[in-house]
């Protein structure tokens, strides 16, 4: 498993804001928000990652073109999620950092005709990065925000390119 990318202490202070519109609340409530967005923009994909929001999108009838999950909330283990994608990727993507094989399946999704699930054995936040990176176009990207509600990114060139400048600014992995 080769590391790519390490986040940096100054980074992880910066990723802890929202990259993208936060919509505060229960999930009902974020849900019926999202799902007012998804009809007015109508994005080609929505991605989830992380297990509860992923857990709830399922829930309140979305089917997100990739899940992302770790089996984790807040860093403690949950039941595994059952999500009804087509297809699941097992990978390896320590906490803190992105794996050459993580980045590989996140990438191999988005071109996937079918819904995929990557169940990661670590650390799945940061593969929001890479899932913006590689969406198509306005695209949706939704996380959660820890005891806020919900993260909706909007997959622009502009966010490409911020993305690209955080990628850019983390350490570079080694091989293993």
């Not at 991605?47 to 999950?69: H, Q």
């Not at 590989?104 to 996937?112: G, R, V, W």
């Amino acid at each position: 498993m080769g590391i790519k990318y390490v986040l940096t202490p100054e980074l992880r202070v910066e990723l802890k804001k929202p990259l993208g519109t936060l919509i505060k609340g229960p999930f009902a409530a974020t849900m019926k928000k999202l799902k007012e967005r998804v009809a007015k923009d109508n994005p080609p994909i929505v991605v989830s990652v992380g297990d509860t929001v992923s857990k709830n999108l399922y829930r309140y009838n979305f089917s997100p073109k990739l899940a992302i999950v770790d089996n984790k909330r807040m860093r403690k283990k949950v039941q595994t999620a059952e999500l009804q994608a087509a297809k699941i990727i097992n990978v390896q993507n320590p906490q803190g950092t992105l794996t050459e094989e993580a980045i590989k399946a996140t990438k191999e999704a988005m071109e996937d005709k079918n819904s995929v699930e990557i169940v990661v054995d670590g650390e799945e936040d940061l593969l929001a990065l890479i899932a913006i990176a590689y969406a198509p176009q306005n695209s949706y990207i939704v996380y959660g925000q820890p005891l806020e509600g919900i993260v909706v990114v909007k997959a622009t060139s502009d966010k490409k390119s911020e993305i690209a400048a955080i990628l850019g600014a983390m350490e570079k992995g080694s091989k293993n």
